[in-house]
Every structure is written in structure tokens, then in C-alpha cells.
């Protein structure tokens, strides 16, 4: 902190934050100045302020390491490859799933059938009653996306020859991975299985991949997703449950390199109005582009700040960039959500999917003030949206200069769950989401929001106390 | 049962807004199921499956909004107007849960990067952390809490004096900052005279002497009450001090506060020496040979003295302040033997109600010189004049109700007569009682109009005593400004309607008083 001189006060016009009685800022609101109250409550019994460790680290200052990680990040796509090939450590047998590591018994409905969809489409299953037979025998091997610098929205899985996006971040040279997003409602990731899944599948992987790939190898540079997604923001995207506009400029960004690279008119124009007419195109591409910029930031001692947060339908799963590799776990939450036709919220399963990425590196649910649109989802007003966006600056350490948002004067998105913020707060992170029906071979029957359980930031805070402390 | 569908061509609305409106419409009672979709494919599909494709929905292109309801004919009529009202119903709300109150300083600074001064008055245990939290922010603090350890107290004020902040506090309710009157503080005019003050009042009662008499002043930084002992060390008021030594706008300086322990007046008269400015140390009771040798410090004995003294150096047209207060003593003296005169043989004693700690303390620094027996206090000069019980007088007492033992649980004395009200009965009613004593604080964060609510009480609680044959005199001074949105003269004169006589200054009200006892025990 700068030290300054008391003089240097002297002069300036004040302005109060009044902390505690109402009364005490009357006076001084009465005389004209300006005077910002508090919504004060006392902090949660035992929950100390951690700012210097035993061994002398400035809590404070480490974050800012974390932080200033994140905001130099350089999220970049560059290529496209298949799972098996370029993922580190997947193999033939090996299912990638979204959230904390689970094992096949404790697998949601939806995550469940995304398994079964998924080896029947790989072939390795004959139908989905041998695929689960397989799963549940101990033939495949389990593991997270965020194990092998993947993430994966709703179910998340990752099977090996899907084809995935490759995100590298150019300023740390560490690279991420996102498959290919599918549409709404019935598909893989919801949890949907069937032979229109799989169809759609092979499609991407024979068709939209390799023009995709094509084209982007004719882009020397890549595509600078951290841009996309700044200039989404200011067309009404918050990078999560809304990607309109990132979907939009995706396809102006790669256009002409796909028009350039591809031959066949018609396979072109099918690979365009499938990207159009899914909005979540995009999606697939901010949330690698969000791990690409937050795994940089793992591992820095002293650091309270979260850079992974995921669900996989069963547990909603967090990790501290001073620990990297332990999961803090919690019961996954049930979603406040808005549904499609024929469903409601008894049919939906609890809160699934690595799209937290987004709110972990300061977009998504965090950045609600920018996207009007969806605003329903926090209760119907844009007033509301920016109260959602200004509550969350509450328990994030800093602002990402990079991603601003326009009805806020252009402040920089909340970047940086502190978990003791949100101890000593007790406000939680507000999330948005899709929604998976609860039961296998379905898919997707909403959207909505929710707050992260309490449960894991208070383990993740106890641990930390107990390391440091 | 059946399903009734309203077509709506050419018309768009987002998605998410129609979930919103099927959402309502499957609460709707009687209804099973209900879809607000605009006509895409997938939509279509949607509804499909759903049992909601009717013909005409199916017949829709994508530009087209459907409403289908799945209930009894009479109930989807129902519903399907419903649907319509909702849909034409423009966003009423906006306004209300729109603002945001941030949750913590921190946030608070996020928000408004503009703000420097932080003002707390939450619980003692948890004030600490939110001065930390402030002090982290880069904030100014007015510490008001109470119960804040010396351990934090000293911790908090030494990471301010570092960081060039002020940590104003623990226990402080007045300061005024650029003008700005922070917590119980009087509108005063801007002017040369800088005031850094260990005692609340005591800078209400200096700053409004100062007013009195024309001089304005730069600032007035409050320090709480323990800044001078010697645990703490008198770091505010040093830092406050150097502050004003090295501001330009600042031409005298006043030190307020009971007598500092002797390392800290030590460290205070260093600093003062080390400045040029003229620097009156107020230090009430104390030994006024601290500033011998120093040849731009002056120490007095009392707030008159030390608001006097300050104004008569930033230019008000006194005499000299020994001769003005002999000159005004003798006149309270020719009004105290009158009123003696009023008195019953059984009205001996002096009973204080105030409401300021410092006031209270000044006046038993007067009578101690002043009176040939003690005042007892429950927030006496020293520990053997304790009163045993501060909720019953006994013989010469004066009691400051703003002590901790009465406001918790209940607000202070300055926001609230009732307190005081029922002491003034108390008092009046005792036939030993000759003289009531009390000061009346007014200005921001005080009571509206203290004048009439004492007042009354007062003239009810004389009258009371009159019908039992005694003459009950009332003295008080008013501590404020003309500027004060209660009015000094007006505050003056009500109490003078209601019977009170009204003296220009604590120390002046405090004398009268005195020698009117004084006058009786002799």
C-alpha cells in the first residue's frame, strides 16, 4: 500500500463509506457529501481475516500474482485436433467428464447417458445396454477435464476421437481444450442419446471439424478469443448462458479463411448455418479460452483466489490456486431455472458442468450487468443484472481491465474469487447454467442460475488456515 | 381437455422472456401444460413431443409467436389472455431492489474509488477489523465504536500514522474534516485556527468558542479518548498535529484532551516545538508549566481558556483572556451571591447532568479550584472522588450520562433527553439540592431541539419543587453555533423561557454555579 501524507486530505472534497449506524452518515449526507452505506452484517462466527501468513506471505499480494496471471493470458485458438491425439494423457479407453472426479456409481442421470451416447458413437459399445455394462465393469477409465487441461460444458464428456478445439495461451505458451458444441436440448452433453445424437456427432467430426480445422490453419495468427469475448460483452454476451454475439463475431473472424479453404459451396453453407443456428457455438470456445488463462495462474503460495470451479451433476467441486491439486467437494446445487416446453424443475437434475470456467476468470454469471438479455434469470431486470454483477465485485479479488462492462462505466468484469471474501461475506458465487434432465438419453430442458454451495469454500478456507495459519 | 393455440405472427421476443411467460402460464390454475415458442423447427419439435402442436402452430414460420395451452377449453381461453396481458405488461418494477449497497469497505471502494473517509459505528469486537479493512482502502477513519482493545487501538493507529492516514478514534464522535462536521460536530465557520483533540466535546466546546468570537478553523482531527495515554503513546495527536504544523492554510494550533501521561507530553511539547506555529495545548487540569521554554506553545487549564486564547490569536478583537475571564468571573459572582439569595436553608449541594464527558470533566477542573468541598463523579479528575452509585446523587456530584454504564442498550444522552429528563426530576425533588448544572450540546448527529424537551422538564420539575416552598436554579450553557440547524440563540432563549439561566460557556456555567454553592456553605 502507498503511504501518503495526512495533509494530502486536506482540501480535497470527502466522501463517507458509512459502516454501522445509518444515523452517523445523516449528518454528514445533510451537509452534501457524498456518503455510500453500507448493507453491513457482521461477518459468520469464527471466520477470522487472513492477510499475512506465518511464513510472511502477503495474502493480498499473491492474488494480485494470480490475478495479473489471468489478465495477461492470451487465449488464442490456433488449431483443432482429435481427443486421443492431442489431449495429454487420454487414451483409447479414457472418458473425460465435466467437475470434480467421480466414479461411474455416483454419475448422474445425464452424465450417465452422455457416457453410454458416447461409446456407442466411438463404437466401443454396441448399444447403450453394452455401453453401460462396460462402464459400470471397470472397462474405462474415468477422469476429469480438468485433469488434462480440458473442460467440458454440461456432462463435459470428452471421448477419444472427438475432435476438440485447441486454445493456447500465447503470453504462458500452456494450452486448453473444448470439444465442438453440439445445439440444445437433445445432444451428448445434456445427457441425450439416440441415433440423431449420433449423427449429429459424426457429423461434426467428418464434416464441421475438418472444414473448421482447414480453415484455421490457413490463420497464421488464430483467432484472439480473449478479444471476441471483450467485444461480446459489449453486445449483450455474458460468455456463459448467453453467446449470440460471440457466435456471431466467430464466424466473421473465421469466415473468409473458411471461404478460402473449402471447396464444396454446400458443405460450407451447411458447416455456417449450423454454427448460426446454435447461439452456444461460442461456448465451446470462452470456456477454454477461460482455463487456458486461469491454468497460469495455479500454484501460487499464498494465494486465496480459485481457479477452478466445476460441477459433474453429483458434486460441485473447487480448487485454490495455492493448492492446485486438491478438490474441495460439495453436494452439487439445484439450479433456479426457466424451462422449455413439456419440462419443469422435477425433472431436472442438480447443478452439472465445467461452463464455471466462465465466472472463474471473470465472465459468465459474473458479467450479467452486460447482458441485458438474459436478465430474467436474475429476476427480470436489468436493474437486477447489475446488481448481480455489482454483488459479485464483493468476493472477487480484482477487475479484469480486459473485459469491461458498458452500463457500469466500463468497469472491469469481478476476476478472482477470494474464498476468504466469500467467508467473511457469506455472499456465494452467483452462477448461470443450463439444465440437464435428470435422466439418462434426454438432454437439455432449461436454463437458470444458482448460487455455489457453501460447504466447499469453507473446507477450501479451513485448509487453507490450516496451511498457512 | 385440450390444447388452444394463439398465433401471434411477425412477432418477436426473446427466449428467455417467453420461459418466462409459459412459466407463468403452467401456474396457472386448471392449466397442465403451456409453451410460449417462437415457430422454429426445433420449436416445433419441441411442442411435439410436448402434445402441444396444433395445425396452426405447426403452419408458423420462425417469425411467428406461439402460445399453446394445454387445459379445459373454458380455463385455455383463460390462460391465452393471460398470456397476453403478461406479454404487452412493460417491466414495472426497475427501481425498487435496484440499488446496490455494497456489503463490505472493500466493496464499497470498488465502487466508488472516490471515497477517503470511512465513519464506523458498528459493535466494539467487530469495529477493529472493519478500521483495518478501511485503513487497507487508503480510508481516513472516524472510529465512533466503543470497546475496541488498546492492543488494536494501538496497532491500528501506528499502520494510519505510517500510511499518512487518520485514525480517528476508538470512542471519537467529533471531527470536522474540510468543513465537513463528522459525527456530533458544529457548523463552523473556515478560518486559520487547527484543532487536534483527544476529547470529543471538548472540540465541539473549543471550535464553538471559537465561532463565538468570529475564528473559523482549518480542521478539527479527533484522536479518541486513549490516544494520550502512554500505551498509545499520543500517535493521532502527534500525527494530527504535524499534519497542521505542515499545512499551509493552518496559522494556530489547539490541543484538547484530559492531562496527557508524561512521556506523551513530552513527545507533544517536542513536536510542537519542533513547529513555529503559536500552539495553545488544552489539556485540561494540567500542569500549565509544560510549555515553559517551548517559545510557540501556550498551555491553559480549561476549554474557555484554550478557545479564548486560540481566538484572541487568530485575530478576535479580546482583551487580554486572564483579565477577560477574571473580568466575567466577577460578574457571575455579583449574579450568584443574588441567586443564592432564592435559596432554602437546606439547598446546599451542586448536581452536573451532562451529556459531554469533556464538559463534565473542565467543570470539575473549575470546582476543584473553585469549591471548598470535593464533586464527586462517576467520571471524576482522580479515583477518590468516585461517586458510589452514578443512578443516585449524593452530596456535590455531577454525573456524565454519556458514560458507557448508560448508553448501552440505550442511545446517548445528546440524541436522547429521556435519560436526562428523569434525572432533572430526580435532582429537583431532592430539598438538599440548590443548583442543577448541565450542559446542552447541539449541532450535526445531536438532538433537533433539546432546548424544549429539557426545558420543559425542567420548568415542570421547578415548579414541583416551588409548590414545596423551594427555588430549584437550573444552569446551563449551550455548546453550538448560530449555523447549527438548531440555532445557538434559539436553543439559548427557549431555555431561558423555560426558566434556566444560560451562560455563554461551560466554564462560565460551571462558576456560576460553583459560587453559588459556594456561597451557601459559607
Known sequence: MKKGKINDVFGKPLAVVNVGLESMAQAVKDQGVPTFQLDWQPPKEGVKHLRITKSGINIDEANEEVVKRIKQARPTLVDMGVAKNVIPGMHDRMILHAGPPITWERMCGP??????????????????????????????????????????????????????????????????????NEGLGKVLRYGGMGPDVYERLKWMEDVLYPVLKRALQSMPEGIDLKALIAQALHMGDEGHNRNRAGTSLFLRAIGPALARTNQDNEVLAKVIEFIDKNDHFFLNLSMPAGKAALEPAEGVEGSSILTVMARNGTDFGIRLSSMPDRWFIAPAGEVEGLYFPGFSAADANLDIGDSTVTETAGYGGFAMAAAPAITQFVGGTPDMAVSATLEMYEINFSEHEGFTIPVLNYRGTPLGIDVRRVMETGILPKLNTGISHKDPGVGGIGAGILRAPEKCFADAFEAFQKKYF | MSVKVLIKTSEYHDSVSLMLVARE???????????????????????????????????????????????????????LEEAEKILSKKSTVGGEGAEFLAKSVRGAVRSHPEANMAIISVAGRYAAEEAWEALFQGLHVLLFSDNVSLEDEIALKKFAAEHGLLLMGPGAGTAIINGVALGFANVVPAGSVGIVSAAGTGLQEVSTLLAKNGIGITQGIGTGGRDLKASVGGIMMLAGLQALQEDENTHYIVLIGKPPAPSVTQLVVDQVAKGSKPTVMCFMGGDVTVADGVKNAMAVRTLQEGGLLGAKLAGADLPDIDALIAGETADLKVQADELATTLSDGQRYLRGLFSGGTLCYESQVIWEELMSEPVLSNAPLNKAKTMEDSTRSEGHCTVDLGEEEFTVGRPHPMIDNDLRIRRIYQEAADPEVAVIMMDVVIGYGAHMDPASELGLAVQEAKAKAKAEGREVIVIASVTGTELDPQGLTRQAKALERYGLIVCPSNAAASRLAGMIVEKKAV
Open chain 1, 111 to 180: 452424465m450417465k447417458g452422455a457416457v453410454m451416447g458416447a461409446l456407442v458413437y466411438e463404437g466401443i459399445a454396441g448399444n447403450e445396454e453394452a455401453a453401460e455394462k462396460m462402464a459400470a465393469g471397470g472397462e474405462i477409465e474415468f477422469s476429469p477435464c480438468h485433469h488434462h487441461q480440458t473442460v467440458g460444458p454440461m456432462a463435459g464428456i470428452v471421448s477419444p476421437s472427438m475432435p476438440v478445439f485447441i486454445v493456447e495461451n500465447k503470453t504462458y505458451g500452456n494450452k486448453a481444450y473444448c470439444t465442438q
Open chain 2, 25 to 79: 402460464l403452467t401456474e396457472f390454475p386448471g392449466v397442465e401444460d403451456a409453451s410460449v415458442v417462437m415457430g422454429t423447427e426445433a420449436n416445433k419439435s419441441l411442442l411435439e413431443q410436448a402434445g402441444l402442436l396444433t395445425p396452426e402452430a405447426d403452419a408458423t414460420t420462425p417469425n411467428d409467436l406461439i402460445i399453446a395451452v394445454k387445459a379445459d377449453n373454458v380455463v385455455a381461453e383463460k390462460a
